[in-house]
């Protein structure tokens, strides 16, 4: 099968730097996506990794490791802002996204 | 540019009602999707479209109809409701499927089946 592992909710203070884990079991994906959403808001798209390493956006990076399955989303200067959901996604070679579950975003002051 | 725009934003249906939730996009892209999003889930795609009069489908695609005759418009259609269809649906449209994967997404349509 097809899916990929977040953590549900993940906790971190105003201005400090976080690490959203995004772990896949599936052959044929590539490609990795992140978006955010905010509550009652639609997703809006992060960054997307084609490739192994790291992909830098302002205050937001996202890392892939195609070998060992695995990449994360790292947001750094925190702002309250940026409490949210966000989620990988992965496109597989049918050309169909496959969204994780989704990792609450909790910033504290 | 207004980008994806959907319609009704809520809507209840009764159990066996029918409805089409309409998706338009004014940036010509070629792939649109449709997907249902569950309260604290993920987004779960129910079908894709790959341009004019091509579809196809996705993880979840029972219940539920697509036509896209246009560019623009990639319709949903819903037979039968039945309260398991609650939940709220995005229409997302990208350039292509290849090698850009940003997605637009609508604003979606909450929609309660009682």
């Known amino acids: 099968g097809q899916s990929l592992e977040q953590p549900s909710e ?26 955010q959403q905010h509550d009652g808001g639609a997703p809006t798209f992060l960054s997307y990794n084609a490739l192994d390493g790291l992909e830098e956006t302002g205050r937001f990076s996202s890392f892939l490791s195609r070998s060992d399955s695995y990449g994360y989303l790292l ?16 496109m597989n070679r049918d050309d169909k996204i496959i969204f994780g579950k989704g990792t609450r975003l909790h910033i504290l002051p | ?13 009764k159990i066996g009602q029918s409805m089409t939730l309409q998706c338009t996009q004014d940036m010509n892209h070629n792939y649109m999707y449709w ?3 569950d309260p604290g889930m993920g ?16 993880e979840v695609p029972n219940g539920y109809n697509v036509s896209r ?25 990208s350039p292509t499927g290849g090698s850009s994967y ?6 979606g349509t909450r929609l309660t089946v009682t």
């Open chain 2, 1 to 13: 540019n207004a980008g994806v725009t959907q319609t009704p934003k809520f809507r209840i249906l």
């Open chain 2, 35 to 37: 997907y249902r999003q």
């Open chain 1, 10 to 35: 993940v906790t971190a203070v105003e201005g400090a730097i976080v690490q959203i884990n995004c772990t896949y079991q599936t052959s044929g994906f590539y490609g990795l996506s992140w978006y």
């Open chain 2, 69 to 93: 005759s246009t560019t623009e418009d990639f319709p949903l259609r819903l037979e039968l409701a039945a309260p398991s269809q609650t939940s709220v649906y995005f229409c997302a449209s």
């Open chain 1, 75 to 90: 947001l750094q200067e925190l702002q309250m802002k940026d409490s949210a959901s966000y989620f990988c996604a992965g």
């Open chain 2, 43 to 58: 987004l779960k795609l129910i079908y894709y479209s790959v341009g004019a009069g091509i579809t196809d489908k996705g």
């Open chain 2, 102 to 107: 940003e997605q637009y997404f609508g604003p």
